[in-house]
C-alpha cells in the first residue's frame, strides 16, 4: 500500500533528527492520509480516494471535485486524477 496521495501524488519525504549535539539520523516525514468519499456533481459519481489533508482543505477551498480538477494544471495530477479529470471534461461538454 504506497503511501502516496491519489490526487497530487503527494509522498514520503526523507530528513534528519537533528539531536542538541548536532547528531543527524535519517527519518521519514509521512504525509497525512485520509481515505475519502469525494462526489463528482458533473458525474454523480462518488470515488473513493486516499487523499493528503493538504489537498481535502483545498478540494473543500474550491468548491468540490470538480471545479478543483478544472482549476489545476495536469502536470501537478497524477495518472487517476487526469482520468477523472478527463470524464469530467467530456461530461460537460456533451450538455
Known amino acids: 500500500m504506497a503511501k502516496k496521495c491519489d490526487i497530487l501524488g503527494t509522498g514520503v519525504q526523507s530528513g534528519n533528527n537533528v539531536s542538541h549535539a548536532n547528531n543527524r539520523t535519517r527519518r521519514r516525514f509521512l504525509p497525512n492520509l485520509q481515505v475519502v468519499s469525494l462526489l463528482s456533481d458533473t458525474l454523480g459519481k462518488i470515488f473513493k480516494l486516499k487523499v493528503c489533508s493538504k489537498t481535502l482543505r483545498s478540494i ?29 471534461a467530456k461530461k460537460k461538454a456533451s450538455k
Not at 61 to 83: P, R, W
Request: net charge neutral.
Open 60 to 88: 473543500e477551498h474550491n468548491g468540490g471535485l470538480d471545479s478543483y480538477l478544472e482549476s489545476t494544471s495536469n502536470t501537478k495530477l497524477t495518472e487517476e486524477a487526469k482520468k477523472i479529470k478527463k470524464s469530467i
